[in-house]
């Protein structure tokens, strides 16, 4: 069963969002993701600093 989240406090960098959603077990999670056509970057993190780092490093292959 796929979990559907309510992301908020979503900001954009770049090509990338960054945005703040609880998993399926009720913790916060942070997660970036790249908007480009043909890239799939996607990841989830911890802490709102280690999404945000992620973003600014990113570098889309597309």
Do not use: W
């Not at 913790?27 to 970036?32: D, I, P, S």
């Amino acid at each position: 069963m796929t979990v559907h989240r309510r992301f908020r406090n979503v900001i954009r960098i770049g090509p990338v969002q960054v945005a703040t959603s609880y998993d399926g077990r009720g913790r916060e999670t942070h997660t970036a993701a790249c908007t480009a056509p043909g890239c799939g970057f996607d990841a989830d993190y911890s802490t709102r600093a280690g999404a945000e780092l992620a973003a600014r490093t990113h570098r889309c292959k597309a």
